[in-house]
């Protein structure tokens, strides 16, 4: 049985007062939501194999069709997890403005997105507004007070225990279900795959809001404030808020919003284990866009962990799997399929690190100028056409 999430206390002398984060309302209308399945992940250490069994099917079915999955139960509280929102909102309240130029990011030239994002665009020098802001911790963060913005010091244990218990415990786990998927022994994808150096390994932690959008953020982005993509990493940790934002592209070619899930975790599949399960599991295209009418006014507070793989890895299908040696690789994916492309050629694929880095140089918001995005349409629905190191990706808008 995995040990609960056991933070530091929020009282410890030297800690100010933090406002309690208040959870806006969820809206009222009437939304077409992508039905989500949801994992208990305390499941996993039941006893009784067929509970296990059970769980394994249902998370085969969830990444084969959505990509996406409700993770409950996995040892954090509501009260914890609602300590974490008012730790971020505080940062959005309190970050100086020193602090924001000292550790302002530079995604153009490190590949990284660490550092603080300020509401003007993806890049170092200021762009169009686009009412977005977070601050991004990597391991170097995690490393050096200095590059850690100052208000947040006094909570600073308590960060590095939630990151510490999210990649150590609930992707530990998490990767344990998956490697039953594929058949394999359970902890070949935490031992193989995952980056496990510090607190987020060569993943990063981020706090953002998303402020409500203005009349010319919205004209200009035409109501989308995330472009349609799928994450690289190896999962993605999303915590449910309610403000409805999040959509995910189906295979009807539909985007559907997902629903609020208090207390759970937005659990997707990046496209590391795409490529090491042969495409039988999912990176599905998602993105960000303004919400509801009834939410239109509302902040969005938004605390997420990207998990990564080893960075100089160049991800191969695992052949060993017996999923993979009984049904084969599927070549109905994205980036599985146009990096098989590249191995038949005789070429190279990118390592981990490659792929991640230069899609994050050329990170842009909808607002900004693209100069490497092709715009095609297909069965009527916009897409976007980039090419990077040789692999063709297409991605709905």
Request: hydrophobic share 35%; proline share 7%; charged share 25%.
């Amino acid at each position: 049985m995995a040990a609960l999430f056991n933070p530091p206390a929020a009282d410890l002398p030297g800690k100010p007062f933090v406002e309690q984060w208040i959870p806006p309302s969820t809206t009222k209308l009437d939304i077409d939501w992508a039905q989500l399945r949801t994992i208990e992940l305390s499941l996993l250490d039941s006893p009784d194999p067929k509970v296990v069994q059970n769980l394994v099917d249902t998370c085969r079915a969830a990444i084969r069709d959505d990509g996406f999955i409700f993770l409950t139960d996995y040892g954090v509280s509501y009260d914890q997890l609602h300590r974490q929102f008012s730790i971020a909102q505080y940062l959005h309240r309190n970050m100086s403005e020193e602090d924001k130029e000292r550790l302002h990011w530079n995604p153009d030239e490190s590949g990284t997105f660490a550092g603080w994002k300020p509401r003007f665009g993806w890049r170092r020098d200021k762009g169009a507004p686009d009412g977005i802001e977070h601050y991004n911790y990597y391991q170097p963060q995690f490393e050096s007070m200095d590059q850690v913005p100052t208000c947040m010091h006094p909570f600073w244990d308590e960060i590095v225990a939630f990151c510490n218990y999210l990649t150590y415990s609930v992707n530990r786990r998490l990767l344990k279900l998956l490697s039953k998927v594929l058949e394999l022994p359970d902890d070949w994808l935490w031992d193989r795959v995952q980056s496990k150096n510090g607190p987020v390994g060569q993943g990063y932690f981020r706090q953002a809001i998303y402020y409500p959008a203005d009349a010319d953020v919205t004209a200009r982005g035409k109501g989308t404030r995330m472009n349609g993509h799928c994450d690289y990493g190896t999962t993605t940790m999303l915590f449910s808020v309610p403000i409805s934002s999040l959509q995910i592209w189906g295979r009807d070619e539909k985007w559907r919003y997902v629903k609020y899930n208090p207390g759970a975790l937005v659990i997707n599949i990046g496209e590391t284990l795409e490529l090491v399960s042969g495409g039988h599991f999912r990176a599905t295209r998602h993105r960000v866009v303004d919400p509801p009418e009834d939410q239109l006014k509302e902040e969005r507070l938004s605390i997420v962990l990207f998990q990564a793989s080893e960075g100089d890895l160049r991800m191969e299908p695992a052949y060993e799997s017996p999923l993979l040696k009984r049904e084969g690789c599927i070549d109905s994916q994205g980036a599985y399929r146009e990096f098989k492309k590249l191995r038949e050629k005789g070429m190279a694929i990118p390592t981990n690190r490659q792929w991640r880095e230069v899609q994050i140089a050329d990170s842009h918001h909808p607002t900004d100028a693209a100069p490497n995005d092709t715009i095609v349409y297909i069965n009527g629905a916009k897409h976007l056409k980039r090419e990077y190191l040789g692999v063709n990706i297409l991605l709905p808008a």
